[in-house]
């Protein structure tokens, strides 16, 4: 073993072909899928030592850096040598999920039936479907039982669901930031950030040109959705009510206080990186999360998980209260499965599982480890 | 006496002339402006039993019906014979702020100078000049001295306000569900939207028709608000994560929530009674709130109120946390005021102060009456 990461690379591969197509929750069909995915240490001979790492609404695979590529990833102190999610002794994959705009196939792919882009044709997708997605990679790949499934927010929920559909191919989860359904105030979030993207004039019914996409209308969503991932306590910190703001793209209303400035700035950032159709079908597979759809109830879809499950809430998050990490946790353990609370305490809001490194490394280590 | 509310009517008065110009507090002019206002209870001889209630962002002058409107109003259950704003005791006064669209003077009024609207030309309103405003209107109807001001959200903003810029004029205020300065995560909210007005293409930066206006940008906000205004708690028991939603003016994108189609019929129902230019004044009037600016800070700030104060939070309020009220309450306490926290403990969030009149007229009853 080195001290630097090994076997590092980006890939891409088929999930479906017009022979094995992919069928989603709603019935509808791709014969054509590939996830992008990524990869940090080495699979081990006996392929046990693998750990699915999932991310949030807009991540991708770049969860670290690695000799391919040395821009840190969204991950970046939580991978490598020493640290949970251990390079020496794990390897981990990261994929850019179904539905996404990182290499994946996704709403602004070309669909091969009409050489066109799919854009709303493509199909709705619920967290199932992005988690059976990783399945069949997993299958690809030859990897028929994890060590572990690690993931935040959206990447939490699908952890969840993966303990659920496929118990005998987990040994552990950790879902952060999370909860076994999304809750109505969540739906409500996402739908006004999705009404942005639908209302601006160049969304054009998700037909827009690439030149010139609904970028305005993406910007304001990404705008609420930050809100919604920090908290009040950080905003005061770190803004306060001061109006000396350095950002100036977007035209003020009468003056600007440097929060604005700073959602505007994160708006416009998002735009230069994501696309918009697949904000939309990722935030509805968020809106689709409810461990017990289909299966009877929430204590009925818990009752399907046996992995044992670190449940990491964060004190500050507005978005995923932790009161819903603790209420799957509860129930968990109530069902018998070796379950535990964790918390981040920080003041990052949602946002803590992608800031606060050392106190997740910690909160994690021993359970990824042992 | 009788159990039956008197005086009861609908004003307008004019509170700005070319010879008595409305000087903002940012140094814009208005030749003319006028308030309406309705009042409640007979005013004494002695012209001292008034009570000024303030409205929040979309509120108007119709706190509750009477004689001349039998429509119940935003606080119908507050204001009668026996309730906290006893109209058998007291004169309850309820402006439409400057700014507003509900008879009183604002963006959408025409600029007598011009013949036109004055939209965006409207000059910036604060906090304090939404006071000096209802100042003026108290002067002309020949007031010098209140029994109390009371308001909910920018409503109780004001009523601290008026304590810190005439003391000598009141006796008592009840903010309710307030601060002493808006919150960063306010602005945050508040700016969202107003992008979501701002860029609707029928906004037309400010000069749209009136039979076509920016009905989905106000909507949008309005939707936001509503989710600022309500609980996670509430969401859940009220919708939970159903989908037999009754309200499908808005397309669906792929299925609907209940509270999905809640949010849009409350879009909708604001769009038809509400202007977007007022949106973004009173909006940016909320945001300027700040009982410390150009006073030295909040200290300071606080230090020019005298008068008794009740502050009343609201258990599940996300938009304005219980804690700034404690906050302030705390720090008046500590410079001698005579000052009080109680709480509405509801699951209506920040709407609780529109709700929960039971527990309003039992937590304010006596501290207005004594």
Known sequence: MTATIQRCSQFTRAIATPTDPFITEHGERLDHAKLAFETWGTLSS??????LLIHALTGDSHAASHQADDVPGWFEGMIGPGKALDTDRFHVICTNLLGGCSGSTGPRSIDPRTGQRYNLAFP?????????????????????????????????MQALEFAAMYPERVGRIVPIGSSAYFSPQGIAYNEVQRRAILMDPNFRGGEYDDEQGPDQGLAVARMLGMITYQSDELMKSRFGRSTDARYHEWPEFQKRFDIEGYLHYQGDKLVR???ANSYLYLTRAMDSHDIGWK???VEEGLRLIDAPTLGIGISSDIL???????E???????LGVDAHYQELDSPHGHDAFLVDF???NERMGDFIAR
Chains 1, 2 share one sequence.
């Open 358 to 360: 050392d106190q997740l």
């Open 328 to 334: 799957f946790v509860d129930h968990l353990r109530k």
């Open 124 to 156: 709705m997708l619920t967290v199932r479907d992005l988690v059976r997605a990783q399945i069949r990679l997993l299958d690809r790949l030859g990897i028929s039982r994890l060590h572990a499934v690690v993931g935040g927010s959206l990447g939490g």
């Open 273 to 275: 990186r994501f696309d």
């Open 295 to 297: 299966r009877g109830g």
């Open 46 to 51: 006996r392929r046990d030592n693998a750990i």
């Open 320 to 326: 995923f209260p932790r009161s819903y990490t603790i």
